[in-house]
């Protein structure tokens, strides 16, 4: 997709990207630059917040910023223009304001559509090369062209000018996916309502004022002979009142978007599509602990991140070479079981914008120092908020570790496409019999969650059984790798 165009009055258009493998959407989370100032080739003008993470618009040309199209906190289709850079090498006026750009809507105008193809062009974040028309996905609403004179906020006064007035088709109204929802569940017209939240976003209580009036029942009329029969009518076949406002001090409400809204739905999905089975197992991983101390003074583990996650890891890579079955996908469209002979190794980690799980790609292939240091990069960058949607694309088995909450076990959700995935339950101290005596040890639980399509009972048992197996004895990792 081309993201740029330019007009003959020297300005340049940065469209939203595609930054990840066929994304529709994403949210404008801040803003680095504004009118009047200047950018050069490479440097990152916004932040935005897609299905699968936050990632940094870089703007491919050198100028002026001329105009931001879209405000912080506005999600935007792949394909609409963000922001235009005057390129010309002269000083550039900042974008006019919303009134002059409703007096003159005809000046310059610029649609996505017209956009010449300039060939193919490296994709901005670094994720290889996009190939495809430079024709704009179709909306999902009334198609508007875009205006060359319209500034950050003036799309809020030039939609309420052109409703009033009826000088050019409206723009589809501003409310966020939740509102529109209720909009659509009590039959409401959003294009009828009156906005009151910031920038002319509808808001709930818009909506739920908008319904209130419609649902009142209405006055008798005066030459009606029996006015109690009239008024009691609507009464009796009255709508159910909406619900109330809640109250802003006792609730708050958080919307659905970004990567929770994408583990929402993939979660959903995929519990409703694979048939999940868990199995569970309690074991003695007392040597696994000693063994991670004594690495962490290993010379050759120095400065990586040495904890029992990482041998539980390689724990499942070798049990995963011993049972490759488990590696594999259903693949419904063909009605093929697909056997993997990677594995591309998937870590959740919880973030401040929700669960993702990036994954190591190549994970049998690494020694252990190697995982080490991709795990400890791998964490480093999910809590920074910089995971990239390359890396958590691919994915063939995953771990997650409920341990580190205090968690004993879980019944983990498969990730789409893939066919297990490994819950480690917290370590902690609990008698158990051992040489024949009860002793402390240090014990956890396992439960490995799989698509019981492509793996039985049989495969499943033996992949826990065998990583387990290598916990309790760690010396397996080198006589069973």
Known sequence: MTTMTENASGLREFKMPDVGEGLTEAEILKWYVQPGDTVTDGQVVCEVETAKAAVELPIPFDGVVHALHFPEGTTVDVGQVIIAVDVSGGAAAPAAPAAEAVAAPSAQPAPAEEAKPEGRKPVLVGYGVAESSTKR????????????????????????ELNGHGAAPAQRPLAKPPVRKLAKDLGVDLA??????????????????????????????AAVPAPQAAVEAPARVQAPAPAASYDGARETRVPVKGVRKATAAAMVGSAFTAPHVTEFVTLDVTRTMRLVEELKQDKDMQGLRVNPLLLIAKALLVAIKRNPGINASWDEAHQEIVQKHYVNLGIAAATPRGLIVPNIKDAHDKTLPQLAEELGALV??????????????????????????????????????E?????????????????????????????????????????GSRVLADTAAILEQPKRLITWA
Do not use: C
């Open 137 to 160: 996905r179709a909306r999902k609403g009334v198609e508007v062209p875009a205006q060359q004179g319209e500034t950050l906020y003036a799309a809020t006064a030039l939609q309420a």
């Open 419 to 459: 066919s297990a995935i490994l819950a480690v339950g917290a370590i902690k101290p609990q008698p158990w019999v051992h040489k024949g005596k009860v002793k402390p040890r240090q014990v956890t639980t396992l439960a490995l969650s799989f698509d019981h399509r492509l793996v039985d009972g049989e495969l």
């Open 192 to 221: 009828t309502i009156t906005p009151s939240g910031p920038d002319g976003i509808i808001t709930r209580e818009d909506v739920h004022a908008a319904v209130a009036p419609a649902q009142a029942p209405a006055p008798a009329p």
């Open 380 to 417: 480093a960058t999910a809590r920074e908020g910089r995971t990239s949607p390359a890396a958590m694309q691919g994915g063939t088995v995953t771990i997650t570790n409920v341990g580190v909450f205090g968690v004993d076990t879980g019944t983990p959700i498969l990730n789409p496409g």
